[in-house]
């Protein structure tokens, strides 16, 4: 008898209920996600993706091992044929899924998250990360999966060198003649994780003269938590002014999530790397730009500045993949940083994020950049409403914002897009709260934006 703690509150998707899967995978700590649901996980995951070939892949956490080789115990239990392609960044293994070919690929990563944790990310053979809702579908497999035949367990196989594989392939995507000849300065943070696999050979190999701190993977995180905050990567901050560097880069445990600092030392949060991706991207070539409820309105200006279309989704990574398997938009991200760029992988590539604004920087610095992304001022907020409030204060929000004749955008929590604000409210997947976030021009209208619909909200509990 397995003792499995639900890891997140249970979750309604519809007629599915997702007990482990939540935003993208399944995350908890070693009380939570150990080894024995890895491979339960795992034998469900297999089955689900017909027993096929699957590519597993992991970070450098301190549990990393122990749930890596129950998930591959787990997949060859069921009869599938096993890629362990080892410790890479998620980026790095969702390249090799496209480059290798396979049904699946399993990431045994905890992303951003304190060092206690760990978990699976999960990826289908076209590259989309399952969802909570397929993940519910999985759920459905636990405990039922069949044992492969006797002969029908196969070894695994170890299949090496994949960062110098991504490497080549984000090089023949950029110009490496830009980098050499500018030679920039950049302060890598690598912030003890798997960007230290790739990142910095990359930026040497491109003629950058680059600087890292917390450059070794260490499971225990020691030079910052690992999401990439203002807040947590002060250290890159002052190296960057007292250097005179010309930037800063910092990334997530997993490589996936960056940010960076301009050579005046100012933060540049993820929404606003994401929208001078979009305005490196739609320079190239036109095309559609896509991104989540909860990103700022600036990734939609500049879209609109080349005559391009913005696509919505609800937030989380793997909505974002399933809409850019559809073939129509030509880049995504979200707000917490982080781009996809479907000619490496339909998963977000914190490293080649990073490497197309260094190329961008060869011409102009960043601060002169950012000049011309639209600014924002935003604002968040929460109300405590317990799980019956929620769907009180959406279905209040709602009536309000038809009867104002208000646009509203309703895929994911409630959107409200005003002439240069907007402001959204989304009830918390896991936490008994709704969240309000608004964005607005100047600081004031959107601190009054938030203010208001915060007032309105409490008002339909
Ligand atoms: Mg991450």
């Keep these: 008898m397995l003792n499995l703690i639900t890891v997140r509150a249970t979750i309604p ?39 096929g070939k699957i590519l597993v892949a992991r970070d450098h956490r301190l549990t990393g091992e122990a749930l890596r080789n129950a998930v591959v115990a787990g997949l060859q239990s069921v009869g599938c044929d096993v890629i362990d392609i080892g410790i890479a960044t998620s980026p790095t293994a969702e390249f090799m899924l496209k480059k290798l070919g396979g049904d699946g690929l399993i990431i045994i990563t905890a992303s951003h998250n304190p060092p206690e944790y760990n978990g699976l990310k999960v990826i289908d053979g076209k590259g989309v990360s399952i969802s909570k809702e397929r993940g519910g579908e999985i759920e459905k497999l636990f405990g039922k999966a069949k044992p492969a035949a006797h002969g029908a367990i196969k070894p695994a196989k170890e299949y090496r060198g994949s960062a110098r594989e991504h490497m080549d392939a984000m ?74 560097a010309d930037a800063g880069i910092a990334w997530d445990g997993d490589g996936d999530r960056v940010v960076f600092v301009d050579e005046k030392g100012n933060f540049v949060v993820g929404d606003k790397v994401y929208a001078l991706s979009v305005l490196l991207k739609l320079k190239e070539g036109k095309g559609d730009v896509l991104t989540t409820v909860a990103t700022s309105k600036a990734v939609e200006d500049v879209a609109s500045k080349f005559g391009c ?35 490496l992988s339909l998963a977000k590539d914190g490293i080649f994020t990073a490497a197309k604004i260094v190329e961008a920087i060869c011409g102009k610095p960043l601060s002169k950049w950012m000049e011309e992304i639209p600014a924002y001022y935003n604002v968040k907020a929460r109300v405590e409403c317990g799980e019956k409030g929620k769907k009180s204060i959406l279905d209040g929000i709602n009536r309000h914002a038809k009867q104002k004749g208000y646009k509203i955008m309703d895929i994911d929590g409630i959107r409200l897009t005003f002439d240069d604000s907007w402001v959204i409210v989304r009830a918390s997947g896991t936490e008994p709260y709704v969240r309000i976030f608004g964005e607005a021009k100047s600081k004031g209208k959107a601190e009054a934006l938030v203010k208001e619909y915060e007032k309105l909200a409490k008002g339909f509990l």
């Design 13 to 51: 998707t519809g007629n599915m209920m997702a007990k482990y899967f939540g935003t993208n995978g399944i995350r908890g700590t070693m009380e939570t996600v150990g080894t024995e649901l890895a491979l339960q996980a795992a034998q469900a995951i297999g089955s689900y993706f017909k027993c």
């Design 171 to 244: 090089m023949a995507l950029l110009h490496p003649e830009k980098f050499a000849k500018r030679k920039p300065f950049i302060i890598l943070d690598i912030g003890n994780g798997t960007a230290a696999t790739i990142a910095p050979q990359l930026f040497k190999e491109l003629g950058c003269k680059i600087l890292s701190i917390n450059s070794h993977m260490d499971g225990h995180f020691p030079g910052r938590p690992s999401e990439p905050r203002e807040e947590n990567i002060q250290d890159l901050i002052r190296m960057v002014k007292e250097t005179k």
């Design 309 to 343: 279309k913005t696509i919505y989704t609800k937030v989380g990574a793997p909505y974002m993949s399933e809409e850019m398997a559809k073939g129509k938009a030509a880049i995504a991200g979200e707000e917490v940083g982080g781009v996809i760029y479907p000619e």
